[in-house]
């Protein structure tokens, strides 16, 4: 099914032909069924087109750019924080303390094969430590980099040693946090709260309005973190409304 991205508020945008994706197993919520909508593998997306489809609540991963569309259900928020409001709570402050000393390195996206080993020891004490992890080196860059987008591997380093890498891309009005992994020995330095917190204090360095934090589920527990960083807005039936805690 074809649509026109001008019934998604991107008139001002050259028009974008969207299809809609077959249902599949929702990745967040157990038992439902999701489907996305996304532009065609033939439209030439850039860093530009992105930049307005992230404010209609498009998210990227590898090339590809998608919005949930799924017809009985409306849990995945796509959300964004403005980085002039937001004030460090409590928790937030201590994480800074802890991580003074931490280094940061932006490094453009590039195979490195210590952020493709530190990935792989994430994945096993996150994640399914059980499962054979299957992923490869070209696996790995075709999640995190795209041949249009100007992505960022950040690295994190912690006594000389690299802690964790943050993947982000870097857009007209804002940075865009696509994923954070870490070295679970260094869990005690929350990395993942530390990456950001960077991202926010970035943004401002850089006179950006915002960092896009992704899709929030409040019955989700792994995405549900999110509101934890205030101001957080999300974009609910087509308008950016604030998401309390």
Known sequence: MRYEASQYGLAAVTSIPLYL?????CSYLEGQTS????????????SDIYSHLINQGFR??????????CQS??????????VRQFQANRQQKRCLQRNAATRTVIRPAAFDI??????????????QPDSPNESSPETFMAFF????CDTWFVEFYIGGRLAAVAVVDALDQGLSAVYTFFDPEFADYSPGVYAVLWQIETARELQLDYVYLGFWLK????M???????????????????IDR
């Open 21 to 25: 994706s077959a249902e599949a197993a």
């Open 35 to 46: 489907r996305v909508i996304m532009p065609g593998d033939d439209f030439a997306l850039d």
């Open 219 to 222: 019955e989700c527990r792994k």
């Open 73 to 82: 259900c409306c849990a995945c928020i796509p959300t964004r924080l403005p």
């Open 145 to 148: 980099d795209s041949d249009w």
């Open 60 to 69: 990227r991963s590898g090339n590809q750019v998608y919005k949930p569309y």
């Open 114 to 127: 210590r952020h493709f080993e530190l990935y792989h020891r994430y994945l096993a004490a996150r994640h």
């Open 224 to 242: 549900s973190y999110k509101n934890q960083y205030q101001p957080l807005y999300g974009l609910i039936a087509e308008n950016w409304q604030a």
